[in-house]
C-alpha cells in the first residue's frame, strides 16, 4: 500500500520521472564512434556555418547538445542522451556510493535539518545526531531563501579525501558547534529495509537494482534465514529496474537449475537467454513479490521469472511494462548514449513492454495517468490487455504480455482519507514538517524506544492529532472538521511513520509504514495458504 499523494499533478510527474530514469542500461559502459557519412559532414558543415558566419553570437555547444537530444527522442521513449553531469549523477545512484559527509537532510524553514546520519559515515565518527541543523559552511553563512536541495548537495559533496567545515546549531547547546568533515565514499543502499514480517516470514523492500544490490540482497537473506524465515516477501514496488546482472543474481536464488530467467533478442542482436543455475539458497523458501505501477524494467524481469516458472505469487497492480534493452555508449566527451538495442522476453516468451509512437514522449509518459483516470487502480476490471495473445507458464496458467506484469492477486490503491484537506495539507509539506518537529521535540524520549511496536503504541497515546490542527491552521491550513474526521486515520499514519524515520532506524520506519499495508497482508495470507 502506497499512502503518497495521488493527486494527478504528482502522477504526471512521477511518470515523467520515470520516463528519464528508466534508460538505465544492462551492460557496462561500451566505447563506441560514430561512422563518418554525407550525414554527418553535412551536419558538421552546417554547425560551423552557424559559428563562422551567423550574424550574432551564439554558443555552438549548446546547440549541439540540443540537437542530439533532439535525435535520440525521435526514437523510443527509452532511448536517451545523457550529459556528463546527468550521467555522472546517475551512476552513483547504481554504482551505490558517492563522495561526501554522509547525512540524510531536509530543508525546513530554509535551514538545512540533519534528517539521519548514514552508519559508518564521516558524520557518525565525527557525533554529528539526527536534528542538527547544518547553520554554516567553510564559515559562511548556510541559510535562507537561497537554499534548495541542489546547492546543498553540491556544497556538501564533493572529492573523496577533501575536508568540508561546517556549523551544527543543537537543540541542546546554545552555541554553534564545529566540525571538520572529511569526505568519504558514503554507501547508497538499494535494500531499503529487511526484517520479519511474522515468526517465519521475511520482508525485504528493495528499490533499484544498483551494481551492489545482490551483495546487500545476499546480507538480508542470511540474516532473515539466521532468524527463522522460510518464506519471502520481496517489495519491488516504486522499483525502477537497473542493471540485468543484479536481477538475474537475485532471481536465481530462487529457481531451480535449468529454468529459464530471461532472454533478449532484437535486429542486430541474436537470442540470448539466461538460465538459473541451481545455486541458490531460497529454491525451497516460499516467495511472493509486490508491484504496482510504478514497478518497471528489470524490476519486471524478476516477477516474470517467478511467475512464469510457477514459482511465486505476484501480488498488487500491474507494472509499468517496460521490455526495452538499452545498451550505453560512451562519447568523447565524457557523455553517453543509450540506444535500445533489444527487447527482453520473460520465459514463457510474453515482452511486457507497452505500446508507443517513436518520438511520442507526451504521450507514453501520460499513460500512467491515463491507467489512473481509467480506474485500473482501483478496479482489476478496468485493466485491459493489449496483447490478447494467450502466454502459457510452466504449470500451463495462461498469462499476458503487450503491457505489463499482471498480479496473480489485484490489490487496489488505498485511496481511502484523500481529501483536499489531506491534500493541501501535504502540498504544503506540513505532515513532514510537523512530524520532523514533534521528533525533534521529544527526541530523548522517543530514541529510547527501541522496538517498532512499542514507539507505536507510544505515539498513539499522544495527543498528536489536535496539535497537529493546530499546527496546520498556524501555517494557513483551516480544518474542515469533515474531510479532517474522513482523513485523520491517514494523517496518523503518515505522522507516525515520518516521526519514526527521524528518531529511529529504518526498518522501524518501515514497520510503522506498513503496519496494515493490504498489499503485505495478502502475501502473509497468500504464504500461509
Sequence with gaps: ???????????????????????????????????????????????????????????????????LVDAVTKLDPHSNYISKKELETINEGLNGSFSGIGVHFNIQRDTVMVISVIHGGPSERLGILPGDRIVSVNDSNFTGKGINNEKVISTLKGEKGTTVKVGIKRSSSNEILSFNIKREDVPIKSIDTYYMQTSNIGYIKTSNFGGKTYQEFLVALASLKQQKATAFIIDLRGNPGGYLDAV????????????????????KYNREEVFADGSGSCKKDKVVILIDEFSASAAEIFAGAIQDNDRGTIIGRRSFGKGLVQQQFSLSDGSAVRLTTAKYYTPSGRCIQRPYQKGNREAYNMDIMNRYLHGEFVNKDSIKHVDTTKYYTKK???????????????VAKDTIGFTPYFNKLADNGLIYSFAF????????ILQNIKQWDNLYLHLQCQPILNSFVKYAEQNGIKQNPGELHQSSKLIMHMIYSYIAQNVAEDNIFYRIYNNNDKCIEEAIKAIQQ
Excluded: C
Design 248 to 267: 538475474i543474481q537475485m532471481v536465481n536464488e530462487f529457481l531451480e537449475r535449468g529454468d529459464l530467467i530471461v532472454y533478449t533478442e532484437g535486429r
Design 1 to 67: 500500500m502506497n499512502k503518497e499523494k495521488i493527486w494527478l499533478p504528482t502522477l504526471i510527474g512521477v511518470a515523467i520521472a520515470i520516463g528519464m530514469w528508466l534508460g538505465w542500461t544492462i551492460s557496462h559502459s561500451k566505447n563506441s564512434s560514430f561512422i563518418s557519412s554525407s550525414h554527418t559532414e553535412k551536419l558538421n558543415d552546417i554547425l560551423q556555418l552557424m559559428e563562422n558566419k551567423y550574424v550574432e553570437e551564439i554558443n555552438i555547444d549548446s546547440i549541439s547538445e540540443d540537437l
Design 396 to 410: 500451463r496458467r495462461i498469462v499476458y504480455g503487450g503491457g505489463g506484469i499482471m498480479p496473480d492477486i489485484f
Design 437 to 444: 518537529k514533534y521528533a525533534d521535540e521529544h527526541r530523548k
